[in-house]
């Protein structure tokens, strides 16, 4: 199952578990984006030619004890992100085909194709397009029923090979219950709204596929992985992939409890992550208890909360982690979303909250973790409302290229969008004006679709 989580500024989130919250500030062009009133599917357009490396290079490294890699192991395979556990390991005993089912597939192939060949590149796990029967089914589905029963979710996964109506009959049976039930997996469907935008169909793909094989967990604390549900990572990263190969090792088989999971699981990392057997622990996760910020976090993405709603929700969210997890990475994550939903009525004090995000984020992820390069775009956003132009082009020249090179199509979107709005007002007419016009044209049409653009992220009014 999985979340989806916040991206960037004005974008939505891409979250956890299999049903994601409202698209957070992390996936910054889904909020930039204007609201569809329409229930037909996006045209998908052609990547601009463009330096990226999301899709051939995982970010990360795999460098930390094995044995605290092992417990991590061990959580994301047994544990859910609710707090209930499995008893046994699950995973597929064979090879995996991922068959997409309903109109609507044909534009997404050769993204999908390039991924599957990436992840079992760097996994070891058999996994293709089915030419015949699948066991991992896709499904694109009618996107205003998915949206009325799943207001706070972007995309779903059950345990089975199920049509939506069946599903949709009893969501909690087929869904949480049912993956908590599991005892092995032979069949997997994900549900994705076919209105949902391009870049958070790709999304979707992203991290609900490596969930569907059997790592159905997300830590907040867990920095350099898609398994967190601040949706930072869009791409599965070297130790996401170091977890999938642990988990399809032939060590590992279905039936496992949790001490012999994570007793195989040392043995598999130590054959397999020799750098791991004298280097440092995983930073502490600190997955503490704190009250009702999970909820709240998630109601801050909820599609059917007023704008004064998300902002009750962040500020409680924010005075709850400033009390019982300072510094850490919930108040990282709690300080970029509440920055993100202040940036429209409260410019300045959005750009107070981030530049403290800057900071806290330095301590619970390190100096160099895309989290710094998300922080920025909202910022940028901020000082565009505040006509701040230059400085608001300044920081996007910044970060472009970091979130070129991980992939993050729709916060480039939402980048350019913002720099043609900043350049529009300092250099009207100029050839660069009209050249970053163009690439947010383009990046528009790519993540969300043609004839759609990022909503405006200009002065207030």
């Known amino acids: 199952m999985l979340n989806l989580r916040p991206l960037l500024v004005p974008l939505l989130a ?36 463009f330096p990226e490396l999301g899709a051939a290079l995982p970010a990360g490294h795999t460098g930390f004890d094995n044995a605290t890699l092992a417990r991590l192991f061990t959580s994301l395979s047994h544990d859910v992100e609710w707090g209930a556990r499995r008893r046994h390991l699950v995973r597929y005993e064979g090879p995996i085909s991922v068959g997409l089912e309903g109109p609507g597939w044909a534009a997404h192939i050769p993204f999908i194709d390039g991924f599957l060949a990436q992840l079992e590149r760097n996994s070891g796990v058999a996994i293709a397009r089915a030419a015949g029967p699948a066991n991992l089914h896709i499904r694109l589905v009618d996107g205003a029923r998915f949206d009325a029963l799943l207001p706070t979710a972007f995309c779903i996964v059950a345990q089975g090979d199920m049509s939506w109506d069946v599903f949709a009959a009893n969501p909690s049976h087929h869904g949480a219950r049912a993956l908590l039930a599991a005892e092995r997996l032979e069949q997997t469907t994900i549900f994705i709204p076919r209105t949902a935008p391009p870049y958070l169909v790709r999304n979707c793909l992203l ?61 598999v990392l130590n054959r397999i992550n020799p750098a791991g057997i004298s280097a440092p622990p995983l930073p502490l996760l600190r997955q503490r208890s704190l009250g009702d910020w999970p909820e709240l976090i998630q109601k801050v993405f909820s599609r059917a909360a007023s704008e004064r ?30 920055g993100r939903v202040l940036s429209r009525p409260e410019p300045e004090r959005a750009l107070e909250l981030l530049d403290l995000a800057q900071r806290v984020c330095d301590l ?13 775009l909202e910022s940028a956003c901020a000082l565009l409302r ?22 993050q199509d729709e916060r480039l979107a939402a980048l350019y969008t913002m720099q043609s709005e900043a350049l529009a007002a300092t250099e009207p007419g100029s050839a660069r004006t009209a050249s970053v016009a163009r690439l947010a044209a383009e990046w528009n049409a790519y993540a969300l679709g043609g004839g759609r653009r990022a909503a405006t992220c200009g002065p207030r009014v």
Request: net charge negative.
């Open 207 to 267: 991290e609900e596929i490596p969930q569907a094989l059997g790592l159905a967990n997300d830590l907040y604390g867990l920095g350099p992985s898609i398994f967190n549900d601040d949706a930072a990572h869009l791409w599965p990263t070297k130790l996401d992939y170091l977890m999938l190969r642990v988990l399809y090792a032939p060590e590992m088989v279905t039936g496992l409890d949790r001490r012999e999971t994570e007793a195989r699981a040392l043995g």
């Open 386 to 407: 505040l006509e701040r132009f230059d400085e608001a082009i300044a920081v996007t020249e910044a970060i472009w290229p970091v979130l070129a090179a991980h992939g």
């Open 364 to 376: 619970a992820h390190g100096v160099s973790d895309i989290r710094h390069a998300r922080i920025k």
């Open 14 to 49: 891409l979250g956890a578990a299999c049903m994601p919250a409202r698209e957070a500030p992390e996936q910054a062009a889904a909020a930039h984006e204007a609201p569809a009133t329409q229930q037909v599917a996006p045209a998908v357009a052609v990547k601009p030619a």
């Open 309 to 338: 709603e998300v902002r009750g929700y962040a500020q409680k969210a924010l005075t709850i982690v400033e009390a019982y997890a300072p510094m850490s990475a919930q108040h990282c994550h709690t300080l970029i979303t509440a």
